[in-house]
């Protein structure tokens, strides 16, 4: 049986804000397009950060693409700590080691999109 996906179109506020746990400082994804809505190859994600919060230190497999929405902090990866604010975009490879945390006072929320497997 072949499952027949239509064009998905919400407002991402009317997707579920889950909250990022181990690792993680006061942040939420939400999972915006994925598998369940017919997406094979990519998954997109919204995270937020409030003020001085953080996502965890880690690495794995896949790469990352980010785009920032709104606010300003800092990235860390590899050791390294780089600023960036709204606007800014970040290709992060697979097994880099990397953390987003928000350093204003304002909520930080950015895009991310993961591959499901590898082509």
Same mark, same amino acid.
């Given at each position: 049986?072949?499952?027949?996906? *239509?064009?998905?179109?919400?407002?991402?506020?009317?997707? *579920?804000?889950? /909250?990022?746990?181990?690792?993680?400082?006061?942040?939420?994804? /939400?999972? !915006?397009?994925?598998?369940?809505?017919?997406?094979?190859?990519?998954?997109?994600?919204?995270?937020?950060?409030?003020?001085?919060?953080?996502?965890? !230190?880690?690495?794995?497999?896949?790469?990352?693409?980010?785009?920032?929405?709104?606010?300003?902090?800092?990235?860390?990866?590899?050791?390294?700590?780089?600023?960036?604010?709204? $606007?800014?975009?970040?290709?992060?490879?697979?097994?880099?080691?990397?953390?987003?945390?928000?350093? $204003?006072?304002?909520?930080?929320?950015? !895009?991310?999109?993961?591959?499901?497997k590898e082509d």
């Amino acid at each position: 049986m072949v499952t027949m996906y *239509k064009m998905k179109h919400i407002n991402y506020k009317d997707v *579920k804000a889950e /909250r990022v746990e181990e690792g993680a400082k006061d942040t939420t994804i /939400r999972w !915006l397009i994925t598998s369940k809505d017919g997406a094979n190859h990519f998954a997109m994600r919204e995270f937020e950060i409030k003020s001085k919060g953080y996502t965890p !230190l880690h690495k794995h497999d896949w790469e990352h693409e980010v785009f920032i929405l709104e606010g300003k902090g800092i990235v860390i990866s590899n050791g390294k700590e780089e600023r960036f604010k709204k $606007g800014d975009v970040f290709f992060i490879p697979s097994m880099e080691e990397h953390q987003f945390k928000n350093t $204003g006072k304002k909520m930080l929320k950015f !895009l991310c999109l993961i591959p499901y497997k590898e082509d």
